[in-house]
DNA sequence: CGGATCGTGCGTCACCAAGG
DNA sequence: CCTTGGTGACGCACGATCCG
């Protein structure tokens, strides 16, 4: 959703360095393979770096938004809790009152 | 009405810890 | 070692609300 799909790479933040893998099917690549039976042809590394990434990215993005659920449940507890809480402290000062009550006629 | 500001969710990156 | 999953931080988009 947004982010004009566009395989933009976001660069966006600046000094990302890391990945990028700069898609090495262009420029050197095109090297017509010179050795007939070299192993896997650079375009096929580029792509299969490619497809690796995009599996990266698509397992990342799901994580996050598993990570951003579990948080969110995590504050809605720490949130239940406090109200617990708060509910029973109120009691507690109410019979800690009641009590005082008590030993104060005693005392008379 | 239209711009400014705020709150929220998302995708991505970087980093770390655990496991193979 | 390398791989993988979880998470903090960042920037972006978008809807809601405010205010002149």
Redesign the pocket.
Known sequence: ????GDET????????????MSSPASGLSQVMDSSPDSLPSPQLLAEEASRK?ELR?????E??????R???EYVKCLENRVAVLEKQNKTLIEELKALKDIYCCKNE
Not at 1 to 4: E, F, N, Y
Not at 63 to 68: I, K, S, Y
């Open positions: 959703m947004a982010v004009t790479e976001s660069a966006t933040t600046g000094g990302m360095s890391g990945y990028q990434r990215l698509m397992k990342n993005r994580a996050a938004r598993e990570c951003r579990k948080k969110k």
